[in-house]
């Protein structure tokens, strides 16, 4: 870590020195009139041997001197704030700032907040052309922006687009500073977490059918971006990849989203559906546009589970309750076929998904309660290697007798080791096994 942030200082030191030098002589040219053929030739610092997060993006983005000058712009307010105070200097004329100088006052921010409009001062000066240039840049989607690495933030009413804040992502700016990726604290205002696994895809026991259709989701994963860009597709098939997995609970849904997310090296996030479904006319709206402007363009897995509660079917609209209710799922619709990266849904029951949402579907995959020769699988891989189990335990009969899901067998297994360890042993007994499946299936409503 310490490595990281050295090698960063480094090179966003070398970047804020070309960057001062850019401003002083633009600053000097328009106020000065000095070197009236334009700015002296001052080439951005070579990063190309560094190793740091920094000169990473910006060999990634491939970033032209133009584009360095509006990212390490973009930065200083949170690198080394001091360096636009000079851009607070009063025209003597109005008794105010400069209005080409840009810029905003912050709230508790003491210093210089760069706008768009900064950006084209320090690229164009007065000059209209190179201020055209510089807004064709912008227009005709920079990397910077399609990357979503800075934001254009308006300003309420009607004034003109350059007026606009230069907000840099959270993920760049965490990247940058402290050498990791941003990663949102589940709360209201980011309603999901993070979920893992240290499972792999032995353990999920499954129909070959059902695993053949989970690795075309891995193979849009690894490789859709060469597809939609090197193969050309892009304006013909859809940049997002939408799944549905449905089966009864305990099949193996979230787990296989796990391994979908750790084998692609990709954050899964579990949209938390208790704090972002809302009675609030329009905030279940709200929470999940956080949602997904979070998730673009950082490979992100979205997996709501129990996703009936927000893509069930339309109903009839007989209230005014009704009517919202059928423009959130409108809204859904419209989010996800905007969305670039991997939406994952969960459901007990495929009917229970509106059939105009299901229509639009990458894949559908069924999970299946598993067979006899599943469940003795899932048997023998659930218990710990450190337990031993009694000899008149029969595995093989217990499987063919109990028509139950993975998840039930785990929950058996914790029972019956649990009672192994409070008994100062390891023995697991054949009826701490017949105890637990005695629970699970009073849990379900059932009698064995």
Request: negative net charge; contains cysteine.
């Amino acid at each position: 870590m310490v490595g990281r942030l050295a090698a960063n200082a480094r090179d966003l030191e070398a970047e804020l020195d070309w960057f001062g030098d850019v401003l002083e002589a633009r600053l000097n040219h328009y106020f000065e009139r000095r070197n009236p053929a334009g700015l002296p030739n001052l080439p951005p610092p070579d990063l190309s041997a560094s190793a740091s997060n920094y000169a990473r993006l910006v060999a990634q983005l491939n970033l032209r001197g133009c584009e360095r000058l509006v990212l390490i712009l973009a930065l200083i307010p949170y690198v080394r704030p001091q360096a636009l105070d000079i851009l607070w200097k009063g025209n003597a004329e109005t008794q105010r700032g400069f209005t080409e100088f840009g810029g905003m006052r912050g709230t508790s921010h003491g210093g210089f907040l760069p706008t768009l409009e900064t950006a084209l001062f320090v690229l164009a000066g007065d000059d209209l052309q190179l201020r055209l240039e510089a807004m064709e840049l912008i227009k005709s989607q920079s990397p910077l922006f399609s990357e979503a690495v800075i934001e254009l933030l308006p300003a309420p009413g009607p004034e003109p687009w350059t007026s606009a804040a230069l907000a840099i992502s959270g993920e760049v700016c965490d990247l940058v500073a402290f050498g990791a990726s941003h990663r949102p604290a589940h709360s209201t205002q980011f309603p999901a977490r993070l979920v893992q696994t240290g499972l792999d895809w032995d353990h999920l026991v499954l129909p070959e059918s059902t695993l053949s259709q989970l690795t075309e989701i891995r193979d849009w994963i690894l490789h859709g971006r060469k597809l939609l860009d090197e193969w050309g597709l892009r304006d013909r098939i859809a940049a997002g990849f939408t799944s549905l997995l449905h089966g009864p609970s305990g099949t193996g849904k979230t787990t296989a989203a796990c391994l979908l997310g750790r084998h692609c090296g990709c954050e899964v996030f579990k949209v938390d559906l208790s704090l972002m479904v809302s009675k609030y006319i329009g905030e279940t709206e709200k929470n999940l546009a956080r949602i997904f402007d979070a998730a673009e363009n950082r490979r992100w897995i979205l997996f709501f589970d129990e996703a009936d509660a927000l893509f069930g079917k339309r109903t009839r609209v007989s209230d005014s309750h009704d009517r919202y209710a059928n423009q959130e799922i409108s809204f859904l619709l419209q989010r996800i076929e905007e969305f670039s990266g991997v939406v994952i849904l969960a459901s007990n029951l495929k009917s229970n998904i509106d059939p105009s949402f299901t229509r639009r579907l990458q894949s559908v995959i069924a999970f299946p309660m598993p067979q006899a020769a599943e469940r003795l699988r899932i048997w023998r891989s659930a218990f710990s290697s450190r337990s031993e189990l009694e000899p008149a335990l029969n595995l093989d009969e217990i499987a063919e007798k109990h028509e139950i899901s993975g998840g039930t067998i785990v929950n058996v297994v914790r029972f019956a080791s649990l009672r192994s360890i409070s008994r100062g042993g390891r023995l697991i007994l054949r009826e701490d096994i017949e105890e637990g499946l005695r629970r699970e299936q009073l849990k379900e409503g059932r009698n064995l």
